[in-house]
């Protein structure tokens, strides 16, 4: 079946240090894939997708590429701020139909 | 345009009484969905709607858990004679077609006293 596996949290990072949040997925076909980003008290908010191979989405610094080789859709930002805190999922949805699979989410905090 | 609203944001219910979540998509979308996400867990898939018809409910509990989306109004999820192992956050989330990505609401937080 389909499934998205992502790096156990929490993880733990000074302000300006590079971020690699893991997402490995299995899935029949091609999938499209997705980061959320679930600030405390909110709703998830799509923070980059990528539809097929190759693509790297990209949005606030934050990208990650699709790799279909490795079935792997890692998640990376240069420099991170306090305010990128927060939880991290990452999601694959299936063609042709809305099974949207999420990881567990890995919380992220930045200090100063 | 609105995003997805989810009201109330708060829901505090006794054991044995019935909550009602309400969901209302953004505008154009008539896919709507139903997350649970239980505390420090990932979001768990229920419910997939569309006008008036259930698509998917796999992971729908098979009692006290119903969904429906009338062709007037918003998404209305309810649970029956609530137990305190349901409290947890609620979330709807709208698509305007197949494979496009879902556009979260703020969420529900149910607690189960």
């Known amino acids: 079946g389909n499934s998205v596996t992502q790096m156990e949290g929490p993880v733990t990072l000074s302000e300006e240090a590079f971020l690699t949040i893991n997402c490995t997925y299995t899935a029949t076909g091609y999938p499209s894939l997705f980061w959320y980003v679930q600030y405390p008290g909110e709703g998830l908010q799509l923070l980059l997708k990528a539809t097929k191979a190759d693509d790297k989405g990209s949005n606030k610094g934050f990208e990650a590429t699709y790799r279909k080789e490795t079935t792997s859709f890692h998640l990376e930002k240069g420099s991170v701020q306090v305010s990128d805190s927060a939880v991290y999922f990452c999601?694959?949805?299936?063609?042709?139909?809305?099974?949207?699979?999420f990881g567990a989410g890995t919380r992220l905090t930045v200090k100063p | 345009n609105a995003g997805v609203m989810q009201n109330p944001r708060h829901l505090v219910r006794r054991r044995g009484q019935e909550a009602r979540l309400r969901c209302s998509p953004m505008k154009g979308h008539s896919h709507v969905y139903w997350y649970r996400q239980l505390p420090e867990e990932g979001l768990k898939f229920m419910v997939y709607l569309q006008k008036e018809n259930i698509i998917d409910e796999s992971g729908m509990p098979k009692e006290r858990f119903s969904a429906e989306f009338p062709k007037e109004g918003p998404s209305i999820l309810r649970i029956q004679q609530v137990v305190r192992g349901d409290s947890a956050a609620y979330f709807c989330?709208?698509?305007?077609?197949?494979?496009?990505?879902?556009?979260f609401g703020p969420g529900t937080r149910l607690t189960v006293l």
């Open positions: 999601a694959l949805s299936p063609r042709g139909n809305n099974d949207m699979r």
């Open positions: 989330a709208s698509a305007d077609r197949l494979d496009n990505e879902q556009f």
